[in-house]
């Protein structure tokens, strides 16, 4: 497809699981972005990426979340000891401009989260 | 425990009414903004953007309006569809600083047939 793919849609893992998320950015794509929604809320940044050079995880709320992107294409944001705080929905974005969020990004659908 | 964050401010209009969308950004700093509509179920879907050296900015049924004196975003939706019902957020950013744009809290509107 055209667009940034995420898998899966819907996650449910029992307190204290690991998870692994995936982005699939458009291709060609060199930024990519990590988000987190909570319910009700705007997305919260987690972590951005230049290819493969992660440049900036300062929104990583804990030493739980880890997110790759070894090859320059494909992303995973890995949790790990899932809590019910982790609940959300994690949004992945790719852009063609290095760091950029405006025009020329695109979001997917989102993976959401639920920790019970 | 009641989850406040829910309740989401909303905006209701009938079909063919003009909306209008406000939001207060934060950083006296702020110089690039941004619309972003999200539907249900899926990512945000940028809109419209405005640079600070603007207070104005037009596009397809949609105008951004910038007032930096009080930090204030609003975006109004002329001849309201059905299928501009959506959850619409702005974001502000800093050029040539960080690059990650600060998202607002969220606005939804319902347009009704």
């Known amino acids: 497809g055209a667009g940034v793919s995420q898998s899966p849609r819907y996650k449910v893992a029992k307190r204290g699981q690991d998870v692994a998320l995936r982005c699939d950015p458009i291709?060609?794509?060199?930024?990519l972005f990590w988000y987190q929604q909570a319910l009700g809320q705007g997305p919260e940044f987690l972590t951005y990426f230049q290819n493969e050079a992660q440049l900036d995880k300062s929104g990583l709320p804990s030493d739980r979340f880890f997110a790759e992107r070894p090859e320059g294409s494909v992303s995973t944001l890995k949790i790990q000891r899932t809590q019910q705080e982790d609940s959300a929905v994690y949004l992945c974005?790719?852009?063609?401009?290095?760091?950029?969020?405006?025009?020329?990004?695109?979001f997917g659908q989102g993976t959401r989260l639920t920790v019970v | 425990g009641e989850s406040v964050g829910l309740h989401l401010p909303t905006l209701s209009v009938q079909e063919g009414d003009n909306s209008i969308i406000n939001c207060a950004y934060s950083n006296s700093a702020s110089d690039y903004f941004i619309w972003y509509k999200q539907e249900s179920g899926k990512g945000p879907q940028f809109i419209i953007d405005?640079?600070?050296?603007?207070d104005k900015r037009q596009g397809q049924r949609v105008t951004v309006l910038l007032n930096k004196t009080v930090k204030h975003l609003s975006l109004q939706i002329a001849a309201t569809q059905p299928g501009d019902s959506a959850v619409y957020f702005c974001a502000e950013n800093i050029s040539g600083g960080s690059y990650i744009p600060t998202f607002g809290r969220g606005t939804s509107l319902i347009v009704h047939p």
């Open positions: 405005i640079r600070s050296n603007m």
């Open positions: 291709s060609g794509h060199v930024s």
């Open positions: 974005a790719s852009s063609l401009v290095q760091g950029s969020v405006g025009t020329e990004a695109f």
